[in-house]
């Protein structure tokens, strides 16, 4: 591999490395921005405005429950609702505990069953005061949020199992004929809960009934050892009724209307859990906000959407609710393309991970092995199927190490001062030899994608949580062996699979020098490119980690193994039999030919304008 080329490598490489650790936004910069989208008002419309902070809103509703009942608010509409005491009403199945309160009528908290947070306790997705859903509409001139009324339940609670099902209405009155239902129907398996709205005698109440905007605000606690990492992947993803997926941004607090298509869902999507709202007509209007408060350490972002559901034939808003974890093969049983919202890259990095990894590493977790095998495995798997490339590239960088004396003694005689026509002696040697000097990069440039690909696949893999390999008793966070005072560009613990990652890679370096010939400054370069590594991936999963090591290690063995098939002699011998042909002119590819032209033109130029 000649200097321009190893340059070029080096530069891809320093970008990617840089790219991973100073695009991640600061804390300063966090808070700046959730200042800001709470400071800035949201467009009117048909769309409320979005609700005020949790905070305020728990502490005025509590005052308004305290404060003595005026006569005249129990004479304005739903004015009765605005008293009582709350009180909650529990559904249960197999996989979900979920709590309704009256106060609202609302899903109060959720807890999933089978499933702990990373400290052995219950995982509950949201729960208390931080947790808003209600309606806004306007009646009789009052406007309404029924989020801070009381309703009334059917009954005390609900346990199904097995293929039973069951159902909870809770009811605000406005007369005894005159109603709003929420109902709420759960089966005995399964993480949906079906969900209705329906208004009962109330066309003349109500100022319009043909939509109905909901608010829903929530907290996300936080379930995972890193904040910081789940923060990084927590966001809000939504879906439009013509299957175009998109989210909010995961590192900065934003702010979103879509009027122009409608939404059939949208996700309060953490790093490996989420909580779905979902209509099969879809929202005609949505505005969607997501803060974060890096003050904060039990929650880990502020979410909050306000909707516009139109009414069914039937005078209904059927809805369902999604709450369970972000499993892809989960995801996709549940219909509506939820699948979506997991992560598995952009552009062709996501098709790499939905078609190719994702197969294979389903079709190798059929054998139940532990996920630190089943790694392996991949890898092994990986590494066979580029095995053509690699030899590829490792018969190339042989061929230019062998040229490198000849390469040598044209640099002495030309000079340095003259790159261009050092350049073109080069490209006259390569093509006496029969030598392609970019054979040795452009299969690495190939596997680059497959690199990348799986640094976002390993992150957005709910299978690795909590499982344990080896030391690493969570795959899906990083496994620290040392931790001490934040350290800037390394964080405040240090990861051993990313230091182990990190001496592979340097390691591989020394012997990619000893195959490339690599001398002076190129020889000590690429040492650069690992250090930054390891503090961009020190953060990350140490299944990540533990991929990028193994992906080392049977790269040494690979190179061993075709170390013994290539014969350095019977090379030197073919590009000496190459050089004594004579010249065949063959018909250069374009871009070569205009590499060439591009060459004779510049060496042609006056010495003064070279210069320039």
Known sequence: MDKNTFTGLFLIMIIMGASFFFMKPNDADLKKERIK??????????????????????????????????????????????????????????????????????????????????????????????????????????????????????????????????????????????????????????????????????????????????????????????????????????????????????????????????????????????????????????????????????????????????????????????????????????????????????????????????????????????????????????KLVLSPLTYKSYLSMAKMRILKPEMDEIKAKVGEDNATLLQQEYLKLYKKAGVNPLGGCLPMLIQMPIVIAFFRFFPSLFELRGQGFLWMHDLSTYDSILTFPNIPFIGNHLSLMCLLMTISTLIYTYFNNQISGATGQMKYIGYITPVIFLGALNGYPAGLNYYYFLANMMTFLQQYIIRLMVDDKKIHAQIQENKKKPEVKKKTGGFQARMEEMMRQKQQLPAAQKKK
């Open 37 to 382: 989208a709470h400071a800035d008002s949201v467009k009117r419309g048909d769309i409320q405005k979005p609700a005020i902070s949790a905070a305020k809103f728990a502490d005025s509703a509590k005052a308004l429950a305290n404060k003595p009942v005026d006569s005249a608010i129990l004479k304005s509409p739903f004015g009765a609702a605005t008293v009582g005491a709350e009180k909650f009403i529990t559904l249960e199945n197999k996989e979900l505990i979920v709590k309704l309160s009256t106060r609202g009528g609302k899903v109060y908290s959720v807890e999933l069953k089978n499933f702990k947070t990373f400290d052995k306790k219950p995982l509950i997705l949201f729960e208390g005061d931080h947790n808003h859903f209600g309606l806004n509409f306007t009646a009789g001139n009052n406007s309404i949020n029924t989020d801070k009324l009381y309703f009334t339940p059917s009954a005390n609670g609900l346990q199904v199992t097995g293929k039973d099902s069951g159902s909870v209405t809770m009811r605000l009155s406005y007369s005894p004929t005159q109603y709003i239902d929420y109902i709420y129907s759960l089966k005995g398996e399964g993480y949906k809960v079906g969900f209705t709205i329906k208004p009962t005698g109330l066309d003349q109440v109500l100022a319009s009934t043909s939509t109905v905007n909901i608010n829903w605000a929530t907290n996300l606690r936080k379930q995972e050892k890193d904040m910081e990492q789940e923060r990084r992947y927590s966001t809000i993803s939504y879906n439009t009724t013509d299957s175009q997926n998109d989210y909010l941004s995961a590192g900065k607090d934003e702010q979103k209307d879509i009027t122009d298509k409608k939404i059939q869902w949208v996700s309060f999507k953490a790093h490996f859990f989420s909580s779905v709202l979902i209509a099969d007509k879809g929202f005609d209007k949505s505005n969607l906000a997501i803060s974060t408060d890096v003050t904060d350490t039990s929650d880990i972002k502020q979410m909050n959407a306000n909707l516009v559901l139109a009414r069914n034939a039937d005078g209904s808003f059927p809805m369902l609710f999604y709450f369970g974890p972000d499993r892809f093969s989960t995801l996709q049983d549940q219909g509506y393309g939820l699948e979506k919202q997991v992560d598995l890259g952009w552009g062709p990095l996501k098709y790499i991970n939905r078609f190719a990894t994702l197969p294979i590493f389903n079709i190798l977790k059929k054998f139940n092995w532990n996920y630190g095998i089943i790694i392996l495995a991949l890898t092994i798997i990986l």
